[in-house]
T-cell receptor, first 112, second 116 residues
């Protein structure tokens, strides 16, 4: 079945540091890939997405590229801010399925 | 504001109580979902409704009973819960796309449930 593996947290960075959160997936066919973010006390919000190979999703300074050859969708940001502190979830949506398969989440803490 | 509203935001109940969680979406979506989020565990899909018909039930105990009277409203009825059911319950909605797949999910802020 489909699965998503993302790096274990928590991750602690200083403000303006470079962020990478690794995500790899296993799926049949051509899934869509997503990054969701959950701020403290809130539900999940879509951060960015990519629907086909080599697509790059971007939003709020975050980027991720759909790499079919390495089955990866790593999240990056060049300069993190304290307000980026949250839990980040990688997810995939298989063709023909109503379900999204989520990774376990990576907690990011950014300190001033 | 995601267009998905959940009430109540916080609920404390005893093991013999009956309560319900409510979810409403204002996005014109045709699929709705219940997820359970527990500390240190992956997000667990509980139920999926497509056009009011239940299409997924991931081996959820019968003490959780979903109801979807129309494509905009979703309920989760709770009865004789256990302390280990304490968690954040998240509702989501999506538009079903061609081929039967799901577009992106839009989540509510969740209902934090504590079972004493």
């Amino acid at each position: 079945g489909d699965s998503v593996t993302q790096m274990e947290g928590p991750v602690t960075l200083s403000e303006e540091a470079f962020l990478t959160i690794n995500c790899t997936y296993t799926a049949t066919g051509y899934p869509s890939l997503f990054w969701y973010v959950q701020y403290p006390g809130e539900g999940l919000q879509l951060l960015l997405k990519a629907t086909k190979a080599d697509d790059k999703g971007s939003n709020k300074g975050f980027e991720a590229t759909y790499r079919k050859e390495t089955t990866s969708f790593h999240l990056e940001k060049g300069s993190v801010q304290v307000s980026d502190s949250a839990v980040y979830f990688c997810a995939l949506g298989g063709a023909g399925s109503y379900q999204l398969t989520f990774g376990k989440g990576t907690k990011l803490s950014v300190i001033p | 504001e995601t267009g998905v509203t959940q009430t109540p935001r916080h609920l404390v109940m005893g093991m013999t109580n009956k309560k319900s969680l409510k979810c409403e979406q204002h996005l014109g979506h045709n699929a709705m979902y219940w997820y359970k989020q527990s500390a240190k565990k992956p997000l667990e899909l509980m139920f999926v409704y497509n056009f009011k018909e239940q299409t997924e039930n991931n081996s959820v105990p019968s003490r959780f009973s979903p109801e979807c009277p129309n494509s905009s409203h979703l309920f989760l009825h709770l009865h004789t819960l256990q302390p280990e059911d304490s968690a954040l319950y998240l509702c989501a909605s999506s538009r079903i796309i061609a081929g039967g797949g799901s577009g992106e999910l839009f989540f509510g802020e969740g209902s934090r449930l504590t079972v004493l």
